[in-house]
């Protein structure tokens, strides 16, 4: 038996040896089955590349999988996942605000059985207001969208089974949610609450625009749901400016407007057309992003150039 445990690498040169010595290390020595640890290097622009290549030429339980840019943390996820070759993968952020000593505890959720064993963030040590708010609001409009598999908190600290990742990598999408992904596949699932600490150094590299680019790219990719929103808001305004304009009708034309509202039919025009102009702008914003999805699919580009010149003991 073998586990697997890939880490995405981006700039983390600050604080990814002391995470690695005094936090993955340890737990790592513990495990009772042989382990890899698959460092995905996602086109750093500091000394990360350097630091992994070391760890992984003093030890050959370490590959280095090295992009040829940055494509993203979900395609690093991807091609460690794919690189990966144990019974179990594990996979977790590199900066210490998941904590390795809770991988006993996955794998003793897939021992008894469960295929994917999900960490939750259960509580925070110190984050601030709004990025706890927007991760709330998140999962709430995930939720109000149809998406009902992806449980509140989740996070891609989480062990796969080898039958779901060789599912996992029969995936072709380009823009993927790795745990959308996963929750959707179906499954046994399995939960674990942890405590999501800070990071030991250097600042997060999801910046709001990412994180709202992963937003739109986790409603986009998982549901039709504003397709089907917008179309049935369109018929609400078709159906009450219908009211509306049978009301005008009669109270200004037939009834010789007795309680003076003074419409006129230019002012009636110009609040429907500029209504629906504004809800045709939206419908057909909403629609391209999911054209741009398919425009993107449709190009056939591969998901990940692997730089294999500064990649270290990977497979053939």
Known sequence: MKLSFVIPIYNEEKG???????????????????????????????????????????????????????????????????????????????????????????????????????????????????????????YKMLGGMGVKDTVPGSTDYRLIDRVVADEYNKLTEHGRITRGLMDWMGFKKVYIDYVYGNRLAGKPSYDFKKLFGLAIDSFVSLSTTPLVLFGWIGVLITIASFILGVFVIIEEFIMGDPIHLNWTGTTCLSIFISFLIGLVLISQAITALYISHIHAEAQGRPLYIVDRKNSRNLKK
């Open 16 to 138: 990814f040896l002391k995470f690695y010595d005094s936090l993955l290390l340890p737990e790592l020595q513990k495990i009772k089955y042989d382990y890899e640890l698959i460092l995905v290097n996602d086109g750093s622009k500091d000394k990360s590349l350097e630091i992994i290549q070391k760890l992984a030429e003093d030890d050959k339980h370490i590959k280095v999988l090295a992009f040829s840019r940055n494509f993203g943390k979900e395609v690093a996820l991807t091609a460690g996942i794919r690189e990966a070759e144990g019974d179990a993968i594990v996979t977790m952020d590199a900066d210490g605000q998941q904590p390795p000593s809770l991988i006993h505890e996955f794998i003793k959720k897939w021992e008894d059985g469960g295929e994917i064993v999900i960490g939750v963030r259960g509580k925070y040590e110190k984050h601030g207001l709004i990025a706890k708010a927007g991760s709330k609001l998140f």
